[in-house]
């Protein structure tokens, strides 16, 4: 299948590294030349589209899945925007907010000590990087293609580090982003910051779609309890299982592209379904 992509390169704000983004249209984005198209904007642009690109040289297969199911009637087509990470992917996509508090704080400081590669001197610059997708990159879009800008129509997905910043974008931009779907969620790196997080900025249900996914093999084996825990404060903030929120566990999926490939078709009719 021909891929229809816009290349957008070195894209940046001041904080972060520069990065490329891809943008494609679906079929029926060339075939219906007066029709507007909801928006999807996914992380780790590099793994989306072409397999040579991507870390495992496998593709999300997220082209493939919107045509088949947009030609079947199941769901309307939709833009994605894929957005590369860089090599500081992990400050990018750590949720900023939650490590500003007394426990956050104190939390860093003792991650330093035990993973002093990874934590000591870190900057976290989601906060930046989100700005970017909102204030930069989809200003772009919205001008350049025949979006539906508004906040139903747009969204965020990712899976670990990704699954964490596609939630973080939703609580800190529920004014542009309607939903979030979040594969494989690397919920043990906030250790206890999640859900204190989500209590206080979780917006009110009602307005946005939110979906959970993890598998049971590799890095996936440790998440079952942390996305228990999580599913527990949706439903305490009044979210509706399977309305304006999903949670899917997949027996035996690994951590990788194969695997979010293989249930990329759930979350796309969740957002996308008629």
């Given at each position: 299948?021909?891929?229809?992509?816009?290349?957008?390169?070195?894209?940046?704000?001041?904080?972060?590294?520069?990065?490329?983004?891809?943008?494609?249209?679906?079929?029926?984005?060339?075939?219906?030349?007066?029709n507007?198209?909801?928006?999807?904007?996914?992380?780790?642009?590099?793994?989306?589209?072409?397999?040579?690109?991507?870390?495992t040289?496998?593709?999300?297969?997220?082209?493939?899945?919107?045509?088949?199911?947009?030609?079947?009637?199941?769901?309307?087509?939709?833009?994605?925007?894929?957005?590369?990470?860089?090599?500081?992917?992990?400050?990018?996509y750590?949720?900023?907010?939650?490590?500003?508090?007394p426990?956050?704080?104190?939390?860093?400081?003792?991650?330093?000590?035990?993973?002093?590669?990874?934590?000591?001197?870190?900057t976290?610059t989601s906060d930046?990087?989100?700005?970017?997708?909102?204030?930069e990159?989809?200003?772009?879009i919205?001008?350049?293609?025949?979006?539906?800008?508004?906040?139903?129509?747009?969204?965020?997905?990712?899976?670990?580090?990704?699954?964490?910043?596609?939630?973080?974008?939703?609580?800190?931009?529920?004014?542009?982003?309607?939903?979030?779907?979040?594969?494989?969620?690397?919920?043990?790196?906030?250790?206890?910051?999640?859900?204190?997080?989500?209590?206080?900025h979780?917006?009110?249900?009602?307005?946005?779609?939110?979906?959970?996914?993890?598998?049971?093999?590799?890095?996936?084996?440790?998440?079952?309890?942390?996305q228990?825990?999580?599913?527990?404060?949706?439903?305490?903030?009044?979210?509706?299982?399977?309305?304006?929120w999903?949670?899917?566990?997949?027996?035996?999926?690994?951590?990788?592209?194969?695997?979010?490939?293989?249930?990329?078709?759930?979350?796309?009719?969740?957002?996308?379904?008629?």
């Amino acid at each position: 299948m021909p891929l229809h992509l816009t290349h957008y390169p070195a894209l940046k704000l001041d904080g972060l590294l520069e990065r490329d983004v891809w943008v494609w249209t679906p079929p029926a984005y060339q075939a219906e030349p007066t029709n507007r198209f909801p928006v999807i904007y996914m992380h780790d642009g590099q793994n989306l589209f072409e397999p040579e690109k991507s870390y495992t040289h496998v593709t999300w297969g997220v082209a493939e899945a919107i045509t088949r199911l947009s030609q079947w009637g199941f769901i309307r087509p939709a833009i994605v925007v894929g957005i590369d990470n860089t090599e500081k992917r992990f400050s990018d996509y750590l949720p900023a907010r939650p490590f500003t508090s007394p426990e956050g704080i104190a939390l860093l400081e003792k991650l330093a000590q035990e993973d002093p590669q990874t934590f000591q001197n870190l900057t976290i610059t989601s906060d930046i990087y989100l700005k970017l997708i909102v204030e930069e990159i989809k200003p772009r879009i919205d001008q350049h293609f025949r979006t539906k800008p508004g906040q139903q129509d747009t969204m965020v997905m990712g899976s670990s580090m990704g699954g964490l910043i596609s939630l973080y974008a939703l609580t800190e931009y529920p004014d542009v982003f309607g939903g979030a779907g979040c594969f494989s969620t690397h919920w043990p790196v906030m250790r206890g910051l999640t859900l204190p997080y989500l209590r206080d900025h979780l917006p009110m249900p009602g307005k946005h779609k939110i979906y959970f996914d993890y598998g049971t093999g590799g890095f996936d084996a440790e998440y079952e309890p942390y996305q228990q825990a999580v599913d527990a404060v949706m439903r305490q903030k009044g979210y509706k299982h399977g309305v304006d929120w999903l949670t899917r566990c997949a027996p035996g999926a690994d951590h990788h592209e194969t695997a979010w490939r293989s249930r990329i078709h759930i979350p796309l009719r969740f957002f996308l379904g008629y």
